[in-house]
Structure formats: structure tokens, C-alpha cells
């Protein structure tokens, strides 16, 4: 039997606001929870057994997978306190059923790739590996885990986020998922915090056991920053990421029961969730438009999240912002790119403004 462990304890503080009351691999992308997709994913790959490794609000990830009838034994390793990558896969670990050699699937939970998952695991079995890791190259390295190996993919070193530039060897980082043969899992320490990358990787390579990189150049994506996550949402939708729970690729994805006005132009993959109500002349570009928001007419949205139950007035102008829940943006507003707004939190109509375009002073001098 196939086990696989996702991580999915972390608090996805990047994220915030959209985080502060969902964990990141519940949030939604293209139309299901980000770990549906990655579920989906999984059992297209044979794997019959999966641990959740859960912490910030697990009980959110037993109430989202209460009614799952598919397949597919779902078990969860809850920590009361983080015990960091390492720690969580050790914990989650006690809960696999496969003989000690069995290779056994480690995921972060905030990976969108087109990885092959039956190929790693057949180049693992082969090359007899204690641990495979999936590699990727990336143009800045720097937020990552550097890699380097030899030329038959033995891993070398490994190195968690370089603070400087001569540590960047390598463009070569660690991608997220692993193979780990399972006797390997039972030598993590337990009951304290682990880094796998930080401690188990470098004293795995240190020991000379068998450590292998699988590097290939499929679709990779952490979604773990706002505008990483609108934009793997979108490239789910327009079909340059593939996942098994979106069937057809298209320029967006509208929910049957969301209202948009003909006159609005939904484009570059953008999603808009169950009841939203997009108005006349609004444009929404490879953006996230959850459930019951309002966007008002003439509002333009580029490469956002506006989460559930907010609203955006007629005229505005938003980039690259995070909107949390049940937050208004008032009319003819020009928000500064990356800005984040809390929930709840409220903007007058012309409250903010980047471009030289103020409205006349309303106040009486
Ligand atoms: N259960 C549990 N407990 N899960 C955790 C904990 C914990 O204490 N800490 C983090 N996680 C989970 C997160 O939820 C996420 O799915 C995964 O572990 C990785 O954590 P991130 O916070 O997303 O790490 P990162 O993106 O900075 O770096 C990691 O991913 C990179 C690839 O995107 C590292 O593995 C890097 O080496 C790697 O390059
Ligand atoms: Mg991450």
C-alpha cells in the first residue's frame, strides 16, 4: 500500500490576512481547497494511505475531509505544539502501516507541481535510495533549500535559505517533496522540534547514507506568498498547471451560481466564487474573487485576492492586494500594490489614492 504524509501544520503567516482563520491548504484555489488538489493528485498516483501532519487549526482539516468517501484511508497526526518539518514527520510517522523498507511520499502542503509522482518513486526503488528528493531550479534561490549534487544526482550538501551570495551554489533548490525510505523516518528525533532541512537532511548526507536528488523542469510553484498563490491559482485555470479536479482549461472559472454582469471582462485565469456578484464594466485579471464578494461597477482587480463576504466599490483600482473577509473598499479608491487589508476593516469611498488624482478637500478650512 502506497502511504504519502503532507505537511500542513504551518501558519502560513505570508498569507495573512486570508490565513488568520483558514490554514494555507485549505484556501482556495481554482475551485477546491488547495489540498483537494493535491489529494486528487495523489491518488491519481496510487497512493492509498495519507497523514495529515496538522497543527495551526486542525480541526479545520478533519471538518473539510468529514464527508470524503473516495478511496482513500485519510489519517491525522495533530501537534498541540509545532514541532517544525523534521518533528512532524516523525510524529505523523507512528500512524503508517507499510513495512519498514516501504518507500513512503513526504509532501509540503503548499506545492503546486506537474512533478510525475510514480517516476520519483520508481527512480527511489531503483537507485535503492534512503532518500530522494524532488529538485527544481529557480532563477533566485535565495527563499529556498540549495542542493547541489554530483552527476549521478547524489546529493552533496544541503543548505536552508543562504544569507549570502557565496553560499548560493547552486540554482538547484529543494522543491518540496520527498521520498524517504521508511526505517529513514524512525531515526528523526521525537518529542522536540526538528528541521528536516535545518538537521535531518545535513546529517543524512554527513552519515554517507544514500541521499539522491530527482531534478526536472515541470511546473513549480510555492504557493506560500500572495502573489505566488493568485498566480498558481490561475495558471490552474488556464491549464499551464494541470490538476486532476479542474477538467476543462479556459480563460476563467465562474461558479454556476456567481452573477456577472456582460458587460464585465473575467480574464487571465481569474476564479469568482458561489454567489459573487461582479457589476457592469468590471475588469478581474488573474484574480481570486471569493464567495458572496461585490465588486461594484467600473472596479478594476489585477492579480488579487479579495476573500469572502467583501466588497469593492464602483471605480476602484486594486493590484496585487490581499482583501480579507467581510472588509469594504469604498468607491474610487487606488490602492498601493501589495497592500493588505484586514478583515472587517472598512475604506471610505476616494479614502486612498496613489496617483496624483486626489478629489477636492471636503473639509471646511
Ligand atoms: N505539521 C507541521 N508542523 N507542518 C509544518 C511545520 C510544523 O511545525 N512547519 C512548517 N510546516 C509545513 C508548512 O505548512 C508547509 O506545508 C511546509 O511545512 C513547508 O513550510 P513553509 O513555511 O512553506 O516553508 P518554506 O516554503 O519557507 O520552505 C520549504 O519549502 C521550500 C520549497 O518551497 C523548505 O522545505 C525549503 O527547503 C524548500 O526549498
Ligand atoms: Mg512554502
Keep these: 500500500m502506497q502511504e504519502a504524509i503532507i505537511l500542513v501544520g504551518g501558519k502560513g503567516t505570508r498569507l495573512r490576512p486570508l490565513t488568520n482563520h483558514t490554514p494555507k491548504p485549505l484556501l482556495n484555489v ?25 497543527s495551526y ?23 498541540t505544539v509545532p514541532l517544525g518539518t523534521g518533528g512532524a514527520i516523525r510524529n505523523a510517522a507512528r500512524l503508517l502501516r507499510g513495512p519498514v523498507d516501504a518507500p513512503v511520499l513526504i509532501l509540503n502542503g503548499d506545492i503546486l507541481s506537474g512533478l510525475d509522482l510514480r517516476d520519483v518513486l520508481e527512480r527511489h526503488t531503483a537507485r535503492e535510495a534512503d532518500v530522494t528528493l524532488h529538485l527544481t ?17 547524489r546529493v552533496l550538501s544541503f543548505l536552508e535559505k543562504p544569507k549570502t551570495q ?7 533548490i529543494n522543491a518540496g517533496c520527498y521520498v524517504f525510505r521508511r526505517s529513514v523516518l524512525d ?43 493568485v498566480h498558481g491559482s490561475a495558471d490552474l485555470v488556464t491549464g499551464r498547471a494541470t490538476s486532476p479536479l479542474v477538467a476543462r482549461s479556459g480563460e476563467a472559472l465562474i461558479h ?35 464567495g458572496n464578494v461585490r465588486v461594484a461597477e467600473g472596479a478594476q ?38 497592500l493588505r487589508l484586514s478583515c472587517g476593516i472598512r475604506i471610505p469611498a476616494q479614502g486612498v489614492r496613489v496617483s496624483g488624482t486626489a478629489v477636492a478637500c471636503p473639509t471646511v478650512h
Excluded at 533566485?140 to 554530483?150: E, Y
Excluded at 557565496?166 to 538547484?172: A, G, Y
Excluded at 456567481?258 to 468590471?282: E, F, L, N, W
Design 57 to 79: 487549526l486542525a480541526s479545520l482539516f478533519e471538518e473539510e475531509f468529514k464527508d470524503f468517501s473516495q478511496e482513500l484511508k485519510i489519517s491525522y497526526a495533530v501537534e
Design 256 to 290: 454556476p451560481t456567481a452573477a456577472v454582469d456582460p458587460t464585465a471582462r473575467v480574464t487571465g485565469g481569474s476564479t469568482i466564487g458561489p454567489h459573487a456578484v461582479i457589476g457592469p464594466r468590471v475588469i478581474v485579471d488573474r484574480s481570486i474573487i471569493g
Design 187 to 229: 531515526s528523526i528525533p521525537t518529542g522536540r522540534e526538528v528541521s528536516v532541512e535545518q538537521e535531518t537532511f545535513p546529517g543524512l548526507v554527513a552519515e554517507g547514507r544514500r541521499v539522491y536528488g530527482h531534478t526536472t523542469d515541470d511546473y513549480w510553484r510555492d504557493l506560500g506568498t500572495p502573489l505566488a498563490f
Design 166 to 172: 557565496e553560499e548560493c551554489v547552486t540554482d538547484q
Design 30 to 54: 481554482a475551485g477546491s481547497s488547495f489540498i483537494r488538489h493535491q489529494i486528487a493528485k495523489l491518488m491519481d498516483a496510487g497512493v492509498e494511505h495519507v497523514v495529515f501532519a496538522t
Design 137 to 153: 531550479r529557480v532563477s533566485d534561490p535565495r527563499a529556498f533549500g540549495l542542493v547541489p549534487t554530483d552527476e549521478s544526482g
Design 301 to 338: 482587480i489585477h492579480e488579487s485576492v479579495v476573500d469572502h463576504d467583501s466588497s469593492i466599490g464602483s471605480e476602484s483600482f486594486l493590484r496585487e492586494a490581499v482583501v480579507g473577509c467581510h472588509a469594504h473598499v469604498g468607491a474610487q479608491n487606488e490602492l498601493p500594490a501589495q
